[in-house]
């Protein structure tokens, strides 16, 4: 016969049973009444489309490698801040090897296929001016990073540019002179479009500015040796040597001069921004004098100077991250991202047009080449005052002193 007690137990362990399975039933029934209050979480913004065309590779990979990689740094810094207006920037990056050819095949990509609210870019001029009619008719917003003032004057609607004008920069070489009292001249240009449009402007403004250009040549972009060239340039008798181009040649000129003792002051245009063009000339860079924005000199800005604090966080980033010197180059790619985006939030949208007015609405934006102040009748924003007369000192950039 079976014990009482043992009874009594088993039928306490099965009522503590059934208790637990309908207060488990409760808590899970609880549980899914709960979550069915709660708001599902919303979807994440889609992204913002910008494209962007560089010479990563080939002849003018100089301009193109810093500006990608300028890119790349600036908006991985910007998503993990949560991005412009709640939204993240999806970055395009398309390299053109510097071909106009090409970079008209990837402009018309971006635009049609992409759906690209912006271009960055090109890095050379003559690339630029072959998509310029792109952008403008496809109403697609254009940064350039390239400096002839083609890009901006006739001036297109939806396009802009970040590096100083071609004017801006001979205006300055021009200053200079006067100081040291240089009238007589021979100019050398590569034929690109860079090349022809400093050659343009140095021919339009020599003579307002009392200087006499006495010889004039070209040459081809591919030029490894220029002695032909300046031995012309010496027979002229002038008192200075100007050199427009963005290609190897401008690390070429300085050692030229040297070997064939044309023993006058050389002037770069403000294309000569890369330390690398002073290494491949070794000591013959020294007391070369050019136009340039203030990066490769941010160390040496009075602490109050209004691009001081900008000038030295890129250029620390920049070379903590990828283990090379800044160069101004990069610089106009930092500018062009930045622009845009301080547009997007000026224009609380993505509308096109909206961001193409809020760009020509754009005031005090200090960046790598200046401090924009855009308007309807000035797409690049900047005036001479961008501009410092700097020369190679030791193998090294330091600001220019009489």
């Not at 992204?47 to 590779?57: D, E, H, L, R």
């Not at 002179?177 to 022809?196: P, R």
């Not at 924009?372 to 000035?378: G, H, K, R, W």
């Not at 193998?395 to 009489?402: H, I, L, N, R, S």
């Amino acid at each position: 016969m079976r014990n009482p007690l043992i009874r009594e137990i088993g039928k306490e362990e099965t009522m503590r049973t059934r208790l637990a399975g309908i207060l488990g039933i409760a808590i899970v029934a609880c549980g899914l009444i709960l979550s069915g209050c709660k708001k599902p979480p919303a979807p994440a913004a889609a992204p913002i489309k910008v494209g962007a065309i560089f010479a990563v590779t080939g002849p003018a990979s100089f301009l193109g490698a810093p500006e990608a990689k300028t890119v790349e740094m600036f908006v991985e810094k910007l998503n993990r801040a949560g991005g412009v207006n709640g939204r993240k920037i999806e970055m395009l990056i398309r390299d053109s090897g510097g071909s106009p050819e090409k970079a008209i095949s990837l402009t018309k990509q971006l635009i049609d296929e992409e759906k690209v609210l912006a271009i960055l870019g090109p890095s050379t001029s003559g690339e630029t001016l072959q998509i310029k009619s792109i952008c403008q008719e496809g109403q697609t917003i254009l940064l350039s990073c390239a400096a002839a003032e083609e890009i901006v004057v006739p001036m297109a609607s939806y396009v802009f540019k970040t590096p100083q004008k071609d004017s801006q920069a001979a205006q300055c070489i021009f200053n200079t002179m006067k100081d040291l009292g240089i009238k007589k001249i021979g100019v050398i240009t590569s034929n690109t479009g860079f090349g022809k449009g400093g050659k343009a402007q140095l021919e339009k403004m020599a003579p307002e500015n009392g200087v006499e250009i006495a010889i004039n040549e070209v040459y081809e972009k591919e030029a490894t040796d220029l002695t032909g060239v300046l031995t012309k340039v010496k027979g002229a008798g002038v008192q200075a040597v100007v050199n427009w181009s963005i290609e190897p040649a401008q690390g070429i000129v300085a050692k030229n001069m040297k070997q064939i003792q044309l023993d006058v002051p050389l002037f770069q245009s403000h294309g000569y921004g890369n330390i690398k063009y002073v290494q491949a000339s070794g000591e013959a860079a020294n007391g070369t004098i050019f136009p340039c924005g203030r990066l490769l000199v941010a160390d040496t800005l009075p602490t109050d100077h209004p691009q001081k604090t900008l000038l030295t966080e890129y250029k620390k980033g920049y070379e903590a991250k990828y283990g090379e010197d800044a160069s101004t180059f990069g610089g106009h790619a930092y500018d062009a991202i930045l622009i845009l985006t301080e547009a997007i939030k000026k224009a609380g949208s993505t509308d096109t047009k909206a961001v193409r007015d809020a760009i020509e609405n754009l005031t005090g934006v200090v960046g790598t080449a200046g401090v924009f102040n855009f308007s309807t009748q000035d797409h690049n924003g900047l005036g001479l005052d961008a501009f410092e007369m700097l020369t190679v000192k030791e193998g090294k950039f330091a600001v220019y002193q009489k």
